[in-house]
């Protein structure tokens, strides 16, 4: 009896450490009403976005503006993360305005922007970031464009301009395209990044095996008829081994209404701040 006791301790103990290491895999029973809806978006359109300094990074025949905005009270004896945004596809465009979509605005909230110092780039695609196409088992999958490898260098330059960026915190932040093309650049770019938050994206599945340790946080409407559901659910499940990975499924949330939970908490940014290479 004392030995079969000792094996289901020990049983115990096993089944309690895989579960603290495991993965995070939740679903949300969120709704939004069309008051929620309006008020949330309301709130950060109603922001002013000067803080967010127009720039353009050009390379051979690339060109993508984008928006910077820096520490709100920096210090010369300290380190700031680095918060990459990606824009929807009806951001598209070269006017420098347009990309300051929902999750690039949350920044500069005035609770956000107090607690969580760090610098933000917001770049603007003026054609997709991302294509989608189908693989072998029918899941529709995202590619990159030749901008977004053009990123890196962007990246590098901010860091060479601004030596108090935090090299080990630099994380991607993507909605739709963008949450497509956030992918894409931790897809080719694996070490460079700390973390990622993905929402309603379409997968990229094209390096594996270096996104197997990565904090990534996979946000997804059940209901979503745009990009599909299983997408990420299947991203989840070809990462069955990272520890590291949550996936946030909203059970009553589709394409267009699943951003709008994260506007005015500081969830996003507290999970992306934990984060270190």
């Not at 030749?146 to 630099?170: S, T």
């Not at 963008?178 to 390096?207: E, R």
């Not at 070809?238 to 908490?265: D, E």
């Amino acid at each position: 009896m004392y030995k079969r006791n000792i094996e289901l301790l020990a049983l115990f103990l096993i089944l309690t450490v895989n579960f603290a290491f495991a993965q995070k895999k939740e679903f949300r029973a969120t709704t939004v009403d069309s008051l929620t809806f309006v008020n949330n978006r309301k709130i950060l359109n109603s922001l002013n976005t000067d803080s967010f300094v127009k720039k353009t990074f050009t390379k051979e025949n690339i060109q993508i503006p984008y928006r910077f905005l820096t520490p709100k009270k920096s210090s010369n004896n300290q380190k700031y993360p680095l918060v990459i945004t990606f824009h929807n596809s009806t951001r598209i465009g070269n006017d420098n305005e347009n990309q300051l979509e929902p999750f690039a605005k949350i920044w500069l909230r005035p609770e956000i922007y107090n607690k969580y110092q760090c610098y933000v780039i917001a770049p603007q695609f003026s054609s997709r970031s991302s294509t989608y196409e189908k693989n072998s088992d029918g899941i529709q999958i995202s590619k990159p464009s030749k901008d977004v490898f053009a990123l890196l260098e962007l990246i590098e330059k901010v860091e060479k301009e601004n030596p108090n960026i935090d090299k080990n915190r630099i994380y991607l932040v993507g909605y739709s395209m963008g949450g497509s093309t956030a992918q894409n650049l931790l897809n080719i770019a694996p070490d460079k990044f700390a973390a990622i938050v993905s929402v309603a994206a379409v997968p990229d599945f094209s390096n594996l095996k270096k996104l197997s340790k990565k904090n990534i946080w996979l946000i997804h409407g059940q209901k979503d008829d745009d990009n599909p559901y299983v997408g990420s659910l299947e991203l989840f499940n070809k990462l069955s081994s990272n520890k590291n990975l949550a996936f946030t499924t909203l059970s009553n949330l589709n394409h267009n209404n699943i951003v709008i939970p994260f506007l005015i908490t500081e969830e996003i940014p507290k999970w992306l701040f934990e984060k270190h290479k």
